[in-house]
């Protein structure tokens, strides 16, 4: 079983730049989906960005398009979220997500990691 470990949140103005890291542990990495999902206060988690286990990033959320880009590093075990032009509606708690094989497996029943707390304010 994959164990995440996320890091790279904090506090940023609006407008500045994060790059949140999940570190895996185990073997098989490169055989995992990968997802950033975040969580908004008092609402569900929901799909930032995907990327699959070729390294194509997918299901990027409409809300960060643009400004939001998912990547994968198989030699490190890591998968990246890189956040640009970040704005206060971006201030959620982020999460890691492993999926054995396939991207529907990650939505569906994968493993998550602690989360990364990223607030944006002046």
């Known amino acids: 079983q994959v164990q995440l470990v996320e890091t790279g949140g904090g506090l940023v103005q609006p407008g500045g730049s994060l790059r949140l890291s999940c570190a895996a542990s185990?073997?098989?990495?490169?055989?995992?989906?990968m997802g950033w999902y975040r969580q908004f206060p008092g609402a569900q988690r929901e799909l930032v960005a995907a990327?699959?286990?070729?390294?194509?990033?997918?299901n990027y959320a409409d809300s960060v398009k643009g400004r939001f880009t998912i990547s994968r590093d198989n030699a490190k075990n890591t998968v990246y979220l890189q956040m640009n032009t970040l704005k206060p509606a971006d201030t959620a708690v982020y999460y890691c997500?492993?999926?054995?094989?396939?991207?529907?497996?990650?939505?569906?029943?994968?493993?998550w990691g602690q989360g990364t707390q990223v607030t944006v304010s002046s």
């Open positions: 997500r492993a999926g054995w094989l396939s991207v529907q497996t990650m939505s569906s029943r994968g493993t």
């Open positions: 185990g073997r098989d990495f490169s055989f995992y989906a």
């Open positions: 990327i699959t286990r070729g390294g194509n990033p997918t």
